[in-house]
């Protein structure tokens, strides 16, 4: 990490906002390094960032007077707005008489096969409207911009039918005309096997009639499967991933969260976007990630909901692996905010803070194949802005608990302010 007051050019007339006498502005740079800016000032011309340095000669460039909105900063830090790269947040009903369950020494397992956990969830999105899922969807999405997240993935998977799952797609993709948040759609059939299906039944229903009407509808970007112990074996999901890349969705993999059976290797193999949870990885599984540009995303809260060991980040910072962090928001895993996600990163998995942010931000990005430079904050870039009531970004992860953000920009456009 460098301390830096250089300054980066750019000029037009027509500017979308100036962000200025910010007390740091962060960004992320090609090598995953942090570039912080002291006493500095950032400017957006038509939603992309324009310029990057010391407030005085940036607000020379482009006075803030003459933008369409203009924000001050002082005493706060700026930074790239959160990209979540994990989450199911499309679901219907409520689970937390479950989660007092796993505190009476219920295991995830154990709750699955009385019928709960994934399962219940399908029956109440199957049963929800499309008006309802929608509507818990956008008031999702606004729990997570307020907490600085400009970007999100969100999987289907509680449809765990052709029906369902299309219906489940379709509501996301209007979500995302609707809402500021850019939401990026993924195809999750083979998230569990339904009640009263024999999973390589189901395996072909997924891949022979989900699959290609999933492709059809155009709106699914990736296809991902919970390659897991009691649920789909690492030749069931590599037929699922196959069939999905086949029809030009990009492969993840739910790999190692509840025990080791190989879903790791299989990213790898099959050259996945991401290889996901990871709690169970091996220095084998560590390597393979690391040799096919697999990116690592660790989901501590799913760990933290689970009372489990959390992933071994530092084997794959150190092996050089961009590793990402997402939140898993979900029934199971019910926390929206990234922040939370880095107070655990940095506490429990040992990331620093300069770490975590670069894990929520840019290499968040690279696990959904964005290549636009999306959470870094450099110019050229969409100016998808987070400002902390705090003066460093360190206090994201410091003042857990605590939504250290104020104030949210998406392409320079105020979207959220306390």
Known sequence: MSTRDSEYGGNDS??????????????????????????????????????????????????????????????????????DSHTHALFAGDRSDEFEAKLRGKTYQEILSEGGGILRTVRAVREASDEELLSNLVSQLDTMLAHGTTTVEIKSGYGLDTETELRMLKVIARADDRHAVDVIPTFMGAHAIPENRDADDYVDEVVEEQIPAVAEQGIAQFCDVFCEEGVFSVEQSRRVLRAGKEYGMTPKVHAEELAHIGGTQLAAELGATSADHLLYATEEDVEAVVESSVVPVLLPGTAFGLGAEFADARAFLDAGAPVAVATDFNPNCYSQSMGFAASLSCVEMGMTPAEALVAGTKHAGMALDMEDGSGTLQPGTSGDIAVLDAPSYVHVPYNFGVNAVETVLKGGEVVHRV
């Open 14 to 83: 027509e500017l979308t906002a100036v962000v200025h006498d910010a007390a740091e502005i962060v960004t992320v740079e090609e090598d995953g390094s942090l570039g912080i800016y002291e006493d500095a000032a950032v400017a957006v011309v038509d939603g992309k960032v324009a310029r990057i340095g010391a407030t005085g000669p940036v607000t020379r460039e482009y006075p803030p007077e003459d933008a369409r909105l203009s924000v001050d900063a002082s005493g706060k830090a700026v930074i790239p707005g959160f990209i």
